[in-house]
């Protein structure tokens, strides 16, 4: 019997009504069909990668570039929203230096710094990156999830830190997924309407100034033309994760745009992949159809930086206790259904 | 200031550009303006009503009468998905036997013996109770959470088991909320179209054996003639648990009933409860759009227990720990948004 079979049977035998527990049941059957055995996240481990962006000195968002290492300090310090959450759901929270701009931070136990560049040119110019850069960034990223994998992890959650990083997660999308930037491109942040024509306008010219890459449609070229440090990283880490048998949450849209580069890679990633949430970034919805993937959670969410994993991991969680832990029919002596 | 008012100054000065947490900042609000003080569900508890149902006989569920006894057995031995569910969670959980058929259960630690009548009578020809058991269930309801309030419980969960259930909660949505039995029958633990469709003309009798009662439109006549004991229990626990403060976590299609019922009755309910997720049971998201309830979850399940509840619960103590937790930008020394 294949695996497929052998853990839809066993779902099928737990004392509830056929397929009753909905999406949990789908979430259970996905864990087993990637770990093969007893599913379960358990250890989990969250990294939030950061770098910043040329791009932002366009003005594409309301928050001053400085915020991306004051946001850094925040994580260490434990007060942004996804160390509370990380905490809450019992999950390890690690932050990677995978690109700010300014000096390096000092050594902390929560903190990787593995800095690739200060952060990436302006994509409305020419390339973000050189290809070597981007390619040591996703190396980093298969990096992380390998030491995960060898201190026994089993699941991880891809967040980010960057600002102005919606508007090349924008660009990768276009490029990846042949989209409009006036479809993708939204608020971010909190952009008002006329910021999100400006900012459609500036996409516009990042796929117009690295068209060359676009029109080659070689992924790591496009990664290295639109994207970021944090988002190069975060694909690496999708493959670097899968690769390792390990269950990948996906947060919301970086992290997604992160997947879309991994994915157009390796297609292979996305039976390791489970998107975490819908974010309320209104672009995130249509490349989410385009890449096939169905958000767990639906929460009006638009942070990034892990917050989604933090709060999906629970849910898995409890979808891989269900497989394990639940009494079948014959076990409980309950009479099954007509 | 309000509290309304202090709650969001509140979360708008937390390190994350404004509303970008989503429903869990309106979670967060809503906790704050139930509790008056740090909010918080822990401890938190769930309780699965048992009752059963004379409208079984008229072949409107799948399974037989006598799975209800088995699952409260199976609730007691720890193997049916609420405890599963309440476990990862880290909530307690209790059944409580209301009204089920056949003979009492032997003592146990986790199970509240207040039977208040071997299961209910048949809806399609006459009331399903009396007043007078329909209010001793309301009481039994009250009490319930009553206790739990004096026990330290911060957050209730109000959880159904009751084979046959599915068709007074329809009932109900009829009576109470002006809905027709055509559109709110579903197939409940997994009826063909034609079974809904003889489930919807049963619901049309029930509205018609108890004509009466239903255009006289007093809730506790209404709920005594198309419910059930383990409905009015929780309709009990709901006004109980809003009278004492306590957050309520409505479930799914019963539970959600039961809520009709008790707003019905106290209209003031609605403030201290939260619906924990869509069902999938199609008839649901009608009431719930009636009854201007907004569910966290929409994970596809149909199974009641608590099991929706127990996963909301979760979600809930991570939107206290954002509002209790995390850093204001004055605090981290984070730039705010221009």
Do not use: W
Not at 13 to 37: M, V
Not at 63 to 69: A, G, I, L, W
Not at 73 to 82: K, Y
Not at 146 to 166: S, Y
């Amino acid at each position: 019997m294949s695996l497929a079979l052998m853990g839809r049977a066993r779902l099928d035998n737990l004392t509830k009504p056929r397929g009753s527990l909905g999406r949990l049941e789908d979430l259970a059957l996905r864990l087993f069909l990637i770990q093969g055995r007893e599913p379960g996240v358990d250890p989990a481990r969250i990294y939030t990668v950061a770098g910043d962006h040329g791009v932002a000195a366009r003005g594409v968002s309301l928050f001053p570039q400085e915020v991306t290492r004051q946001m850094v300090a925040n994580f260490l310090s434990g007060g942004a929203a996804v160390n509370v959450l990380a905490e809450v759901a019992g999950v390890e929270h690690f932050v990677v230096d995978a690109g700010c701009a300014g000096p390096q931070f000092d050594p902390h136990p929560a903190l990787i710094r593995n800095r690739i560049a200060p952060g990436t040119a302006d994509i409305s110019v020419g390339p973000a990156m050189i290809e070597e850069e981007c390619l040591e960034a996703l190396l980093l990223g298969a990096d992380l999830a390998e030491k995960a994998a060898k201190a026994g992890i089993r699941a991880l959650g891809a967040g980010d830190m960057g600002i102005a990083n919606t508007t090349p997660s924008t660009a990768l999308y276009c490029a990846l997924l042949d989209l409009d930037p006036a479809e993708v491109a939204g608020p971010g942040t909190g952009l008002d309407r006329a910021g999100v024509g400006r900012k459609a306008g500036i996409v516009a010219q990042a796929l117009e100034a690295n068209a060359a890459a676009v029109a080659g449609r070689d992924p790591l070229a496009v990664l290295a033309a639109l994207g970021g440090l944090e988002i190069a990283c975060l694909a690496g880490l999708v493959l670097g994760g899968a690769a390792c048998g390990l269950v990948v949450c996906l947060d919301g849209f970086i992290s997604t745009a992160a997947y879309a580069a991994a994915r157009a890679i390796c297609p292979r990633v996305s039976g390791y992949c489970v998107l975490s949430h819908a974010s309320a970034e209104p672009g995130h919805a249509l490349a989410v159809e385009r890449l096939g993937l169905e958000p767990v959670l639906d929460l009006g969410m638009r942070l990034g930086e892990g917050t989604g994993a933090a709060l999906v991991l629970p849910v898995l969680r409890a979808a891989a206790a269900v497989f394990n832990r639940m009494a079948s029919f014959a076990d409980a002596g309950v009479s099954e259904s007509a």
